[in-house]
């Protein structure tokens, strides 16, 4: 199952023929250089490619008007002069005598990636387009967009293969209001898009595109707006709010088709947005859509007018796609006041449509700015010129390790297809083996035990050296085991290791005392006060098997965390008697992917190893399975979460998701 990759030169060849400040940034080198930049990476040739094809009329009209799609059809006949006259009726737009074809391939380009998805020939893709289409309406183009490709593409799999659940998540930094109008009442299309608003200073200056258009009548909670009210927005804010806003409304709603407005004005250097995320944002976001609908996901570009920044931020997408492992967040902070009010907001907006978002908190007694703060800007201080000056780091380039999954697992037991086995009782360093014997085995210990220890040792060394991706092995003793991993790898002076453990077996104590460990623990059972600030008990009622609860404590608290603690080694840890689905475990292990470059080592205790194979897979980069639209959590469960939230508020910025307190 591989990557689609769309485009055709063709989509080039129109452009503005007349001055238009407005309207000059879309550019057809918005294209040629995404494109080239992912030829010039290999990135292109690792993609199936798919040809376009023009949209139908009648593909069109599942969108838009006869009378707009009559007049459009006009538009290639026309002298430049009826040209400016014709896109004067609409908002931030031009025509060319190219642009309707241009407009058909692009819907087609949508309608093609979302055919070869759905029909399962291959697993995601990509699709460039120009012109875009969130801003475009039923009758109005808008915003440099004629026809709204991704709502065309929304309504067709619905119509075409009958689903049921459609996410549309936009991360272009304008709000699509064109979706947003095309889906309002209807519950089977749940739209996300953040943009930037500064109370409704910023175009389109719609006040629908605040966190209070909820979406209406049976589509009421289907339509998430998250307005930013300042520039600069960061990494934090953009993760903060997949973590604490997107993510645990999407897994409870289970789309089956993801679709992406990509836009990536929202990244640095970009003009119209004046943003300040790096282009390695974007490989994170991707990769936490892609254990949704199975891995359906289908990104349609959008926005993005600094081209350095657009080319690099779409081969970040393109190659988390394509499965390879993410690079480190970069320099994660504080989200800002302003994006927390936002969050805040839009939480509280939503509390009652989300079962996920039923305990957010009140507005009342918060700092919720309600106009632009700051000094106002002087006009012609800056322009675009200025604004795509700023320079950051290129993205340091991602290598896959030569093999991907490697397993450690008893001699009878059979390998996972795809996974390199490695030796139990390679030679190991015999310093390392004394060490071995002195801090785990008591003494002599037995020679089984021994060199149980020394694979794990050696499985995290191949990690560390980037000759193994992930890996998992199969352990008599998971207390010692995960003790051991966590003293070898914690003794390299850079290293962190942030350990999951699930079930409520014996985890190891003393690993967390000098901070280089981060410990969540997931489990039922009522833990004491925790003596270490790195050892964080998250106790569910029902433990694992409560899906909603798991989830919950996923976005809430586990993944802020560990973007946060920014590990080198992700370590899972399945107790004993977890009660964990199959489900649930492979959403978490291809959720936790995301850190330490995708540094993933799963122990198993030997009781639970009919979990082998769906690990394996999970490792290897198989999408996880859909959990089903999800229940609400248990009251007290949320109430316990949140209280444990708030206690390691101190600690952890990421996990704040609330304006500033007046009390
Ligand atoms: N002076 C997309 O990114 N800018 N469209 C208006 C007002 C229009 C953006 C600026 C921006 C349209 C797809
Ligand atoms: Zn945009």
Redesign the pocket.
């Known amino acids: 199952m591989g990557t689609a990759l769309i485009y055709d030169e063709e989509m080039t060849s129109y452009k503005l023929l007349w001055d238009d400040p407005?309207c000059e940034v879309e550019v057809p080198e918005r294209l040629t250089v995404s494109y080239e930049a992912l030829v010039r990476s290999g990135l292109a040739d690792h993609c199936v490619s798919i040809p376009v094809r023009e949209a139908t009329e009648e593909e069109i009209l599942l969108i838009h008007s006869e009378e707009y799609l009559e007049k459009v059809k006009k538009t290639p006949h026309m002298s430049v002069q009826e040209l400016k006259d014709f896109a004067l009726q609409f908002n931030?737009v031009y025509f060319h005598p190219n642009s309707y074809h241009c407009a058909k391939l692009a819907v087609g380009a949508a309608l093609q990636l979302v055919d070869h998805v759905l029909m399962g020939k291959v697993r995601n893709g990509m699709a460039l387009v120009r012109p875009?289409g969130?801003?475009s309406m039923r009758d109005a183009a808008c915003?440099?967009?004629t026809f709204n490709n991704v709502a065309i593409a929304a309504q067709y799999a619905k119509q075409k293969y009958g689903l049921k659940r459609v996410l549309i998540v936009d991360w272009?930094i304008?709000h699509g209001q064109g979706v947003q109008y095309c889906f309002e009442d209807d519950p089977s299309v749940l739209y996300f898009s953040w943009h930037r608003y500064e109370h409704s200073i910023f175009?389109p200056h719609l006040p629908e595109s605040d966190y209070d258009a909820v979406g209406k009548d049976k589509g009421v909670g289907f339509n998430i707006n998250v307005p930013w009210n300042k520039v600069g927005m960061t990494n934090s804010d953009f993760l903060s709010v997949f973590c604490h806003v997107l993510l645990p409304v999407a897994y409870e709603f289970c789309p089956e088709l993801v679709l992406v407005s990509a836009?990536y004005?929202s990244g640095i250097g970009d003009p119209?947005g004046e943003m300040c995320a790096t282009p390695d944002i974007f490989a994170h976001l991707t990769h936490l859509l892609m254990n949704l609908a199975g891995g359906k996901v289908c990104a349609v570009l959008?926005?993005g007018y600094n081209l350095t920044s657009l080319s690099q931020s779409v081969c970040q997408t393109v190659q988390t796609l394509l499965g390879d492992p993410n690079p480190r967040p970069e320099n994660l902070r504080s989200p800002c006041q302003s994006a927390l009010e936002s969050i805040h907001c839009v939480r509280w907006a939503h509390r009652r449509y989300w079962s996920c978002l039923g305990h957010a908190a009140d507005l009342s007694s918060f700092q919720i700015s309600t106009k632009p703060s700051g000094s106002p800007k002087e006009a012609g201080e800056s322009t675009w010129k200025d604004k795509v000056a700023v320079v950051w780091p290129e993205p340091v380039k991602r290598v896959a390790p030569p093999v991907r999954t490697a397993a450690l697992l008893s001699d009878e037991a059979v390998c996972p297809e795809g996974c390199k086995r490695l030796a139990t009782s390679d030679k190991l360093d015999p310093r390392v083996a004394g060490k071995l014997r002195e801090n785990f085995l008591e003494g002599e210990g037995d020679s089984e035990a021994l060199s149980a220890l020394s694979g794990l040792i050696t499985l995290t060394e191949k990690m560390e050296k980037d000759e193994i991706l992930n890996g998992l092995a199969v352990v008599r003793d998971i207390t010692m085991a995960t003790a051991c991993v966590v003293q070898h790898v914690t003794m390299a002076p850079n290293n962190r290791v942030l350990v999951v453990c699930v079930g409520d077996g014996e985890a190891p104590s003393n690993i967390t005392e000098d901070r280089k460990a981060l410990v969540v623990r997931i489990g039922s059972r009522e833990t004491k006060q925790s003596k270490c600030k790195n050892d964080i008990p998250v106790c569910l009622k029902k433990g694992c098997a409560d899906v909603s609860g798991v989830i919950q404590a996923v976005f809430g608290l586990l993944l802020p965390l560990g973007y946060e603690f920014d590990p080198s080694l992700v370590l899972l840890v399945r107790m004993p008697g977890s009660e964990v689905s199959d489900g649930v475990w492979q959403q978490l292990t291809g959720l936790l992917q995301c850190l330490a470059q995708g540094h993933v080592l799963v122990l198993i205790q030997e009781c639970e190893k009919s979990c082998v194979s769906p690990t394996a897979c999970s490792l290897l980069g198989e999408p996880a399975p859909p959990l089903g639209q999800l229940q609400a959590p248990l009251p007290q469960d949320v109430e316990d979460m949140e209280r444990l939230r708030r206690k390691l508020l101190a600690d952890w910025t990421l996990l704040q998701t609330t304006a500033a307190d007046t009390g």
Request: proline share 6%; with cysteine.
């Open positions: 407005e931030a875009p969130h801003h915003g440099f967009c272009d304008h175009w836009g004005d119209e959008e926005g």
